[in-house]
C-alpha cells in the first residue's frame, strides 16, 4: 500500500540558518513526489516534483527537494529560511506505475521560522 | 485568473441542515476532488472524480454526497450536517500531464 510519512509535527529554525523538512515514502512502482506549502487561511500551493531525471528537483520561492531512492525519502530543504517561511508544508506521493491518479498525503510538517 | 473556485468561503449551519459547496475549475482537468482538513490529521479524501460522469469514495464519504455537474463543476452535499462536519473543506483538480493539484482557497464550515 502506498504511505507518506512526515516524522515532525514542527521545525523551528532561525532565519538565515538552512532548514530541511523531511518525507519518506512507500509505493509498489516508481514514486511521483510533491511537495506543497499552505499558508494560513489559504489553500494548498504547489512547490515541487520529482517524476524523473535528476534527484535534486528545484521549485518555488528558493525551495528544493533530494530524492533518494535508496533511503525512499524526499526531504524539503532551503539553504537559508526566512520568517515568510513560516507555513504548514506537505508532501504527496502516488505511484507513477498506475492509473491511479489520487495523491497520498502526509500529515504535514509545520515550519516556523524565528527573526 | 485561472484556477479553482469554490464557494461560500465561510458557512455556520445548524445541526441537521443542508448545504452545497460549490467548486469550479477553468483549466480543463479531468480530475477533480474534496478534502476535509482537521487539526492532526491533515487532508482527508472525501469523494473523487477520475472524470466527467464518474464519482468514487474517498477515506470519509459518510454523510456526503457529490454530482460532477459538467467537466468544470464538482459539488459537494451535506444532506443533514452534523458537528463532527465542522473542517475545513478543499477542492482540488488535476491535470493528467502535470500530475499536480490545484487547490481551491477552502470552505470553512461549522456546524453547530
Known amino acids: 500500500a502506498q504511505s507518506v510519512a512526515q516524522p515532525e509535527d514542527q521545525v523551528n529554525v532561525a532565519e538565515g540558518n538552512p532548514l530541511t523538512v523531511k518525507c519518506t515514502y512507500s509505493?509498489?512502482?516508481?514514486?511521483?513526489l510533491f511537495w506543497y506549502v499552505q499558508y494560513p487561511n489559504r489553500g494548498l500551493q504547489f512547490l515541487l516534483k520529482?517524476?524523473?531525471?535528476d534527484n535534486l528537483v528545484k521549485g518555488s520561492y528558493g525551495f528544493e527537494a533530494e530524492f533518494n531512492k535508496s533511503q525512499t525519502s524526499f526531504h524539503l530543504k532551503k539553504p537559508s529560511a526566512l520568517v515568510s517561511d513560516s507555513a504548514l508544508y506537505f508532501c504527496?506521493?502516488?505511484?507513477?506505475?498506475?492509473?491511479?491518479?489520487?495523491?497520498?498525503w502526509g500529515l504535514g510538517t509545520s515550519l516556523g521560522v524565528n527573526p | 485568473n485561472a484556477g479553482v473556485t469554490q464557494t461560500p468561503k465561510f458557512q455556520v449551519l445548524k445541526t441537521g441542515q443542508s448545504m452545497t459547496l460549490q467548486c469550479a475549475q477553468d483549466?480543463?482537468?479531468?480530475?477533480m476532488y474534496w478534502y476535509r482538513q482537521d487539526p492532526g490529521m491533515g487532508l482527508r479524501l472525501i469523494y473523487y472524480?477520475?472524470?466527467?460522469?464518474?464519482?468514487d469514495k474517498g477515506e470519509v464519504p459518510n454523510g456526503y454526497n457529490v454530482s460532477r455537474l459538467n467537466k468544470r463543476e464538482f459539488s459537494l452535499r451535506l444532506e443533514s450536517a452534523a458537528p463532527s462536519q465542522t473542517s475545513v473543506y478543499f477542492c482540488?483538480?488535476?491535470?493528467?500531464?502535470?500530475?499536480?493539484?490545484?487547490f481551491g482557497s477552502g470552505t470553512r464550515l461549522t456546524v453547530v
Open positions: 472524480s477520475a472524470s466527467e460522469g464518474t464519482t
Open positions: 482540488a483538480s488535476s491535470d493528467p500531464r502535470r500530475n499536480g493539484y490545484t
Open positions: 483549466m480543463n482537468h479531468n480530475s
Open positions: 509505493v509498489s512502482g516508481n514514486p511521483y
Open positions: 504527496a506521493v502516488r505511484d507513477g506505475a498506475g492509473n491511479n491518479r489520487k495523491l497520498i
Open positions: 520529482y517524476i524523473t531525471g
